[in-house]
């Protein structure tokens, strides 16, 4: 199983960016995915998670207190690949964006490389 994380760049605070997380393999339900983000001289923090074939019927999603209301984690069977929706972009958004993923079945987890989201003011 690879992670690839794309679709950083730069925005302006107030824009929007939209990154992928494309999943080659198959990572068996029910599973966690996480995407994640380090900004310089920060810890890592977890942006969001989305939970697929837990105990609730579909997906479940969850995110942080941080970008709670500006944030959408999806996923895409069709094309094996998560994405992240970053709305209302701020400059404390500016990191590092990695995603991951958690196989609770046979509880591997696997990374993907990150992708840099550079927000100015």
């Known amino acids: 199983v690879q992670l690839q994380a794309f679709g950083g760049g730069f925005v302006r605070a107030g824009g929007s960016l939209r990154l992928s997380c494309a999943v080659s393999g198959t990572i068996y339900s029910p599973n966690v995915m996480y995407w994640h983000r380090q900004a310089p001289g920060k810890q890592r923090e977890m942006v969001g998670q989305i939970v697929r074939g837990g105990s609730t019927p579909g997906e479940s999603t969850y995110y942080g207190d941080s970008v709670q209301g500006r944030v959408i984690i999806s996923w895409d069977s069709a094309k094996n690949t998560m994405y992240l929706q970053m709305n209302s972009l701020k400059p404390e958004d500016t990191a590092v964006y990695y995603c991951?993923?958690?196989?609770?079945?046979?509880?591997?987890?696997?990374w993907g490389q990150g992708t840099l989201v550079t927000v100015s003011s």
């Open positions: 991951q993923a958690h196989d609770l079945r046979s509880l591997k987890q696997y």
